[in-house]
């Protein structure tokens, strides 16, 4: 095999090589796809619910997300007025203090809704469920946790 030829084959190889890179670099990332709201599917299975059970959670479900997305709507609007008054130039730390102590509450009131859904849950459950139910709702909060959206590597440096 004579030198050109085998150049040849490397230049060819390398761009083969680097098509495939920069396919898979800018492909979109594929995560996990959440199931909707309205099919608890996963805590059905897990948890073994009978057809009454599965009535009462979708009754719970739907008063939960109900809640949910009204104290969400909420956030938005405090989010809004906070943006609103930090262009406005607001520098007075009552009206500050006050915005973020509405968020605050806010916040607290959507992790008590969390909070007393799945008390509710936990307590139609039977005994034999109740045991598998920690390791369903670790699962449950795992699939909440959002992507590790940092890049690899050590952190930038910092003077």
């Given at each position: 095999?004579?030198?050109?030829?085998?150049?040849t084959?490397?230049?060819?190889?390398?761009?083969?090589?680097?098509?495939?890179?920069?396919?898979?670099?800018?492909?979109?990332?594929?995560?996990?796809?959440?199931?909707?709201?309205?099919?608890?599917?996963?805590?059905?299975?897990?948890?073994?619910?009978?057809?009454?059970?599965?009535?009462?959670?979708?009754?719970m479900?739907?008063?939960?997300?109900?809640?949910?997305?009204?104290?969400?709507?909420?956030?938005?609007?405090?989010?809004?007025?906070?943006?609103?008054?930090?262009?406005?130039?607001v520098?007075?730390?009552?009206?500050?203090?006050?915005?973020?102590?509405?968020?605050?509450?806010?916040?607290?009131?959507?992790?008590?809704?969390?909070?007393?859904?799945?008390?509710?849950?936990?307590?139609?459950?039977?005994?034999?469920?109740?045991?598998?139910?920690?390791?369903?709702?670790?699962?449950?909060?795992?699939?909440?946790?959002?992507?590790?959206r940092?890049?690899?590597?050590?952190?930038?440096?910092?003077?």
């Open positions: 095999m004579n030198r050109v030829t085998l150049l084959i490397l230049v060819v190889l390398l761009f083969i090589i680097n098509s495939i890179t920069l396919y898979f670099q800018f492909q979109k990332p594929k995560g996990r796809r959440q199931p909707p709201p309205d099919n608890p599917g996963m805590i059905f299975k897990k948890l073994n619910l009978d057809a009454q059970q599965e009535q009462q959670f979708k009754e479900r739907k008063t939960h997300f109900q809640r949910r997305d009204s104290l969400k709507a909420e956030d938005m609007r405090l989010r809004k007025s906070m943006t609103e008054m930090i262009a406005a130039g520098t007075d730390e009552q009206q500050i203090d006050s915005i973020t102590n509405l968020l605050a509450a806010n916040r607290k009131q959507f992790e008590t809704n969390f909070y007393h859904h799945f008390q509710q849950l936990y307590s139609i459950l039977r005994p034999e469920q109740k045991k598998d139910f920690g390791a369903v709702l670790d699962e449950l909060l795992k699939r909440q946790k959002p992507p590790d940092r890049p690899p590597g050590p952190p930038p440096h910092q003077p």
